[in-house]
């Protein structure tokens, strides 16, 4: 990472990047209306001792076909992540604001507390979800999820606090590979905050039309990557149409968003991306991204990093200052062009235009 090239002048043609808007702040998902049911019905305690998993998942399948809401209030539920909260196609899970699922430790390096697998149009709002990552009885593992959404459409978690997993607070991938790839598409993550989790605050790995929007993600600390956010499908299959807007990634120990190969259309737009230990965002050979109206200050290293063969990249409109603090004091201006942003001599098609730099007589820069 710090053997980045300083930026070279030269004359690119600006990225083309999808044009259609697909994301919404309140997109349609469609749950059952004529059904409601209480876990505290279906025998859920939510006294912070007794294992409530069981009662949730009753609550959940006695549901009809068509889906309907599950209502969680108050109190502290504790839940068998191994078995996991299996949630149905057209179902709500509607948290209580003071109503919490918590882990039951274990010593398992994969576990889920809620699985959002194979479904569609499926909602989590609201509460808070706290991992095992203080009790966990073992070592070994990355994988301790608190939302696993797999090949799923049509999801939306709002308004949900999910901190202390083991591995991340909220997965989103894929099934199979190749011609049997079944990737999550159309999933909205929206109000939450996650926090001091293992892994990653959010990892997508290969799906579609991800918005996320007005979340925080924040000290994950632990394990690599340690990303507030990490984009990262490698082989598996491809990540696309992705938008994470007015969002807050700050104290992570690895970068505020890391992206890795085989992704496009991502757009990186009016976020805040200060104090994490690494990069504001670090694109690995990563193409199709546009970074749009961010303030990118205060990290450990630049505020923007590509590397390798990174090509088809729009950074324009940002404030991206103060930042390489590992190495230089963030309260004083100056410094080179680096200290801020950081391209690698592979890299191509790069457009820079208007952004605000530590130096302001790089302020005028253009590529």
Same mark, same amino acid.
């Given at each position: 990472?710090?053997a980045?090239?300083?930026?070279?002048?030269s004359?690119v043609?600006?990225?083309?990047?999808?044009a259609?808007?697909?994301w919404?702040s309140t997109?349609?998902?469609?749950?059952?209306?004529d059904?409601?049911?209480?876990?505290r019905?279906?025998?859920?305690l939510g006294?912070?001792?007794?294992?409530d998993?069981?009662?949730?998942q009753?609550a959940?399948? $006695?549901?009809?076909?068509?889906?309907?809401t599950?209502?969680?209030p108050?109190?502290r539920?504790?839940?068998?992540?191994?078995?996991?909260?299996?949630?149905?196609s057209?179902?709500?899970?509607l948290?209580?604001?003071?109503?919490?699922?918590?882990?039951?430790p274990?010593?398992?390096g994969r576990s889920?507390?809620?699985?959002?697998w194979?479904?569609?149009?499926?909602?989590? =709002?609201?509460?808070?979800?706290?991992?095992?990552?203080?009790q966990?009885?073992? *070592?070994?593992g990355e994988?301790?999820?608190?939302?696993?959404?797999?090949?799923?459409k049509n999801?939306?978690v709002?308004?949900?606090?999910l901190?202390?997993?083991?591995?991340d607070?909220i997965?989103?991938g894929? *099934?199979?590979?190749?011609?049997?790839?079944?990737?999550?598409?159309y999933v909205t993550?929206a109000?939450v905050?996650?926090?001091?989790?293992?892994?990653?605050?959010?990892?997508i790995?290969?799906a579609?039309?991800?918005y996320? =929007?007005?979340s925080?993600?924040?000290?994950?600390?632990?394990?690599?990557?340690?990303a507030?956010?990490?984009?990262?499908?490698m082989?598996?299959?491809p990540?696309?149409?992705i938008r994470?807007e007015?969002?807050?990634?700050?104290?992570?120990?690895?970068?505020?968003?890391?992206?890795?190969v085989n992704?496009?259309?991502?757009?990186?737009v009016?976020?805040?991306?200060?104090?994490?230990?690494?990069?504001?965002?670090?694109? =690995?050979? $990563?193409?199709?991204?546009?970074?749009?109206?961010?303030n990118?200050t205060?990290?450990?290293?630049a505020?923007?990093?590509?590397t390798?063969?990174?090509?088809?990249?729009?950074?324009?409109?940002n404030?991206?200052?103060?930042?390489?603090?590992?190495?230089m004091?963030?309260t004083?201006?100056?410094?080179g062009?680096?200290?801020d942003?950081?391209?690698?001599?592979?890299?191509?098609?790069?457009?820079v235009?208007?952004?605000?730099? $530590?130096?302001?007589?790089?302020?005028?820069?253009?590529?």
């Open positions: 990472m710090l980045l090239a300083t930026l070279a002048l004359a043609a600006v990225p083309a990047f999808a259609t808007q697909w919404s997109p349609i998902v469609t749950i059952g209306k059904a409601t049911v209480d876990v019905t279906k025998g859920a006294d912070g001792v007794h294992n998993t069981a009662a949730f009753a959940i399948d $006695s549901l009809p076909a068509t889906g309907g599950v209502k969680v108050a109190g539920y504790m839940i068998d992540a191994e078995k996991s909260i299996r949630m149905r057209h179902t709500r899970l948290l209580d604001p003071n109503a919490a699922l918590v882990v039951i274990n010593s398992v889920r507390l809620i699985r959002v194979k479904v569609t149009d499926v909602r989590i =709002v609201g509460g808070s979800m706290e991992g095992d990552r203080a966990h009885m073992g *070592t070994s994988w301790g999820m608190g939302i696993d959404i797999i090949a799923a999801v939306v709002k308004g949900v606090r901190a202390n997993f083991w591995g607070g997965y989103i894929a *099934t199979g590979s190749g011609s049997t790839l079944n990737r999550s598409e993550i109000g905050v996650s926090d001091n989790n293992r892994r990653q605050g959010l990892s790995t290969p579609s039309h991800v996320v =929007v007005d925080t993600f924040s000290n994950t600390n632990g394990t690599l990557p340690e507030g956010i990490d984009i990262e499908p082989t598996q299959g990540t696309d149409n994470l007015n969002n807050t990634l700050t104290g992570n120990h690895g970068n505020g968003i890391e992206m890795h992704i496009s259309d991502i757009a990186i009016g976020n805040s991306m200060s104090g994490n230990r690494g990069f504001g965002a670090l694109g =690995v050979g $990563s193409s199709y991204i546009t970074y749009t109206g961010n990118m205060q990290n450990g290293l505020a923007i990093g590509m390798g063969t990174a090509h088809d990249n729009l950074i324009t409109g404030t991206l200052q103060y930042n390489s603090t590992r190495y004091l963030p004083r201006a100056g410094g062009l680096d200290r942003l950081q391209i690698g001599s592979q890299a191509y098609n790069v457009s235009s208007g952004n605000l730099f $530590s130096n302001p007589k790089y302020n005028d820069y253009t590529r």
